[in-house]
């Protein structure tokens, strides 16, 4: 049932290449869009789907964070076809959040 999983703070374009190259299928992206947009210098969504990746966006905040965003992360994890999932947030707290609401 565990996939290979990695968890990070901010991702750079290097490690996401890094990252499909060592079998990752999917990324999931837990932080907030208006974080996305100012704290990533990139279009990360355009970098993953180029590279052949499954892109989800769960956007959470410590006031939005639910069971629903749980789910749609235990979906996204279900959909990653076996191949390795990588999660990221800006400081890996909410990554690490939702992964250990994910095993509850």
Same mark, same amino acid.
């Given at each position: 049932?565990l996939?290979?999983?990695?968890?990070l703070c901010l991702?750079a @374009?290097?490690?996401?290449r890094m990252?499909?190259e060592r079998? !990752?299928v999917? +990324?999931?992206?837990v932080i907030?869009e208006?974080?996305?947009?100012? &704290?990533?210098?990139f #279009?990360e @969504?355009?970098?993953?789907e180029?590279?052949?990746? &499954?892109? +989800?966006?769960?956007?959470?905040?410590p006031?939005?964070?639910s069971?629903d965003? +749980?789910d749609r992360?235990a @979906?996204?994890? #279900?959909?990653?076809?076996g191949?390795?999932v990588? !999660?990221?947030?800006?400081?890996s707290?909410?990554a690490g959040?939702i992964?250990?609401?994910?095993? !509850?």
């Amino acid at each position: 049932m565990l996939r290979r999983l990695r968890m990070l703070c901010l991702p750079a @374009k290097a490690g996401i290449r890094m990252a499909a190259e060592r079998g !990752v299928v999917t +990324v999931i992206n837990v932080i907030s869009e208006p974080e996305s947009k100012s &704290q990533i210098p990139f #279009d990360e @969504k355009a970098l993953v789907e180029e590279l052949g990746i &499954q892109n +989800v966006f769960i956007p959470v905040t410590p006031k939005s964070f639910s069971a629903d965003d +749980v789910d749609r992360f235990a @979906k996204a994890l #279900d959909e990653a076809s076996g191949g390795g999932v990588l !999660v990221h947030c800006a400081s890996s707290n909410r990554a690490g959040g939702i992964w250990a609401a994910y095993l !509850v």
